[in-house]
């Protein structure tokens, strides 16, 4: 994000990046094996913009504050907290790098969830001709952005991992793509089909918002202990058994078992109509099913989080 402060006598863009991680199953960091699942990195680039007639005596004061819930230990800065410098200073290296800690011991409930807010902000001030200038703080975000961290037990393969709080999460299927590409037509065209109003559609989101087919869909735990995804699955079997099934194809539901909609359930807790079963080959049908568990683990899906499905016209990038 890049922010500008009005006119005066000194000015400069700043852009923040907010970096965040998931982990393999030892929580090191996919990135970099020497840091943490949920270790969080801060930049900040300062760019002083136009002529100043003292860039040795005005200061730019990059700062970063942080607040955890349940408790500090959840966000915590990992060193500095803040670089103060001139224009001039800034013009020769106009970045900050600040880190940020988010212990797992520190986090609550089985699937150890923690929030981190962080709150960059800028001071001016410094000297012009000779007297001492006001400070001016300029945050760099209107409203804090809340990253979320968990370390669930449920996640071995990516085991602990933090992403923005307020981020659209969905997963992306392609039509025409040689691996799941039959499922992407499946969901598709129960997207399209005008008896039904199956939710989960990122595309009709985008234009209408939250409803009907825009709605979300929401995680649930897959196991076979979770009497809703039981309930799922058997009126998925109950259904398929209805239908001719050709060799080497498996059925597909959408929306998924392991979603709260599976079995077209609605908000009240009633299964209705509004679900789509067909058969698929086999190879497409576990490829989307593998692309959905590695979404919902990279993603940090918990039980109950909203995500939606989106159907790209186009093949699978290839790198």
Known sequence: ?????????????????????IGNYLTQAW????????????????????LSINDNGIMLNANITTA????????????????????????????????????????SGPDRVGTCKIGPYIEVGGYLNGKRLKDEDVKNFCKEPEVMCDTSPRYRTHYGGCILGKGNRFITYYEKSVKHGEVAGHIKSAFANTNKVIPGDFLEYIVSGVRGRGAPLHRIWDEDNNPLYAENTREKDRACAL?????????????FASAYEGAGRDYAGKLTANISYKYVSQPHNGSAGTS??????????????????????GAEPTS
């Open 31 to 50: 990135d970099d094996p020497s840091r943490h699942s949920r270790d969080i990195d801060v930049w900040y680039k300062i760019e002083p913009e136009g």
């Open 243 to 255: 239908i001719t099934r050709p060799a080497g194809y498996q059925c597909d539901e959408h929306p």
């Open 68 to 107: 955890g819930d349940p408790g500090p230990g959840v966000c915590a800065v990992d060193g500095p907290s803040s670089r103060n410098a001139s224009r001039a200073a800034w013009k020769l290296n106009p970045y900050a790098h600040f880190k940020i800690k988010s212990r797992t011991t520190d986090s």
């Open 1 to 21: 994000m890049k922010v500008k402060i009005p006119a005066g006598f000194t000015q400069f863009t700043a852009t923040t990046v907010i970096l965040t991680r």
């Open 292 to 313: 959905l568990r590695w979404f919902y683990q990279r993603y940090r899906l918990l039980e109950e989080d909203p995500f939606w499905v989106l159907i790209s016209p």
